[in-house]
T-cell receptor
Framework: AQKVTQAQTEISVVEKEDVTLDCVYE???????LFWYKQPPSGELVFLIR??????QNEISGRYSWNFQKSTSSFNFTITASQVVDSAVYFC???????????FGTGTRLTIIP | EPEVTQTPSHQVTQMGQEVILRCVPI?????FYWYRQILGQKVEFLVS????????KSEIFDDQFSVERPDGSNFTLKIRSTKLEDSAMYFC?????????????FGEGSRLTVL
């Protein structure tokens, strides 16, 4: 069985602070995909990143960075110099290799205080 | 920018009634999905659809649920006899054949309230 745990239910930080959202996953598969999605107040889910299990290189995209550590089954997401527009619910998700089904975590609601 | 559109945005229905939720995926996309999110809870996979047939479904997607792509543009989710526990936000998603697994484009959701 696959499971994704996002232990932080809600986080509030002041604008311009850095913030890290934690994601821990469980899977018996040796190859899999990990994802982060953003759900802004408008409600849709917006794809942010996909990582393959065989690629542990960390990734940076502008103010966003992702730290994938297979040894601890974690895929954490850091926002640097946070902005009010970053306020949203962020979901981590897991999929088996070659499988269409995403297993989502319960999400972390991030509030950036101006 | 192309987007997935869903209608209605909110539907209220009585228990036992049939409901159809509609989605227009992005036009060149070939893979279609329904997910749902019960209020405050995680997003759950319901079904995936490709080449006019279901490719995978979850245990939630029982005989009360069905999907259809009736006219090459719409993608519908039908719940035959709604239950209170079907109350949720239902998300449609799509992707191209070239996109990596999981890089889905989601609509804004249809909120279903069953009374």
């Amino acid at each position: 069985a696959q499971k994704v745990t996002q232990a932080q239910t809600e986080i509030s930080v002041v604008e311009k602070e850095d913030v890290t959202l934690d994601c821990v996953y469980e899977t018996r598969d040796t190859t899999y995909y990990l994802f982060w999605y953003k759900q802004p107040p408008s409600g849709e889910l917006v794809f942010l990143i996909r990582r393959n299990s065989f690629d542990e290189q960390n990734e940076i995209s502008g103010r966003y960075s992702w730290n994938f550590q297979k040894s601890t089954s974690s895929f954490n997401f850091t926002i640097t110099a946070s902005q009010v527009v970053d306020s949203a619910v962020y979901f981590c998700a897991l999929a088996r290799f070659g499988n269409e089904k995403l297993t989502f975590g319960t999400g972390t609601r991030l509030t950036i205080i101006p | 920018e192309p987007e997935v559109t869903q209608t209605p945005s909110h539907q209220v229905t009585q228990m036992g009634q049939e409901v159809i939720l509609r989605c227009v995926p992005i036009s060149n996309h070939l893979y279609f999905y329904w997910y749902r999110q019960i209020l405050g809870q995680k997003v759950e996979f319901l079904v995936s659809f490709y080449n006019n047939e279901i490719s995978e479904k979850s245990e939630i997607f029982d005989d009360q649920f069905s999907v259809e792509r009736p006219d090459g543009s719409n993608f519908t989710l039908k719940i035959r006899s709604t239950k209170l526990e079907d109350s949720a936000m239902y998300f449609c998603a799509s992707r191209t054949s070239g996109a990596n697994t999981g890089e889905l484009f989601f609509g804004e959701g249809s909120r279903l309230t069953v009374l």
